[in-house]
């Protein structure tokens, strides 16, 4: 991705330049709404990204967009301006959840199941990936019918296959190696 070192930068900037644990989080609550509306919204999307649309243009959409949030944030939004980086914004906003996240010790996931899982599954869900990571874990449930049953956890690099279809391709292997 261009630009994604720059867009770190920024991010790691912006969580540097905050003066509490309350405002990181405004901040980060901020910087979710920003990356969920410029990806939810391809035409917002593509006026940001526009070369076509001048600085002063942008500069008053997004403050119109977004004129509920942090200081710091519309600070952010002026600095990539000046700087003609208004097209890292979407990438920014996403590196500081995640920067944030990482500073308070939560890790995203995924769990991929067969049907909805339950509140009780869920629960143990999250203890296992508690004792997979040793941190809190913001879990997603993504369904696929094609795992037959059980599920498959995945958080960042690390993956917990306990699906149906997992465990029929293993005996299927077995018996072929035999």
Do not use: C, W
């Not at 994604?4 to 405002?23: G, T």
């Not at 002063?56 to 002026?78: G, P, Q, R």
Request: aromatic share 4%; proline share 1%.
């Amino acid at each position: 991705m261009a630009g994604a070192r720059a867009a770190i930068r920024y991010a790691k900037a912006v969580l540097a330049s905050v003066s509490n644990d309350k405002e990181a989080q405004a901040v980060n609550e901020d910087m979710k709404l920003i990356a969920n509306t410029i990806a939810g919204n391809r035409e917002f999307s593509s006026v940001i990204q526009s070369p076509v649309i001048n600085a002063a243009a942008k500069k008053a959409i997004l403050d119109e967009v977004f004129i509920k949030t942090n200081e710091l944030t519309i600070s952010l939004i002026d600095t990539l301006i000046e700087n003609n980086r208004i097209a890292l914004l979407h990438q920014v906003a996403s590196k500081y959840s995640e920067l944030y996240d990482q500073s308070k010790g939560i890790a995203h996931g995924t769990v991929t199941t067969a049907v909805a899982i339950t509140p009780e599954l869920e629960k143990q869900l999250l203890a296992k990936a508690k004792a997979m990571t040793g941190k809190d874990v913001d879990l997603k449930n993504k369904i696929d019918e094609s795992i037959i049953g059980g599920f498959i956890l995945r958080i960042g690099d690390v993956q917990y296959n306990a699906s149906i279809i997992n465990q029929l391709n293993n005996l299927k292997r077995e018996f072929t190696l035999n």
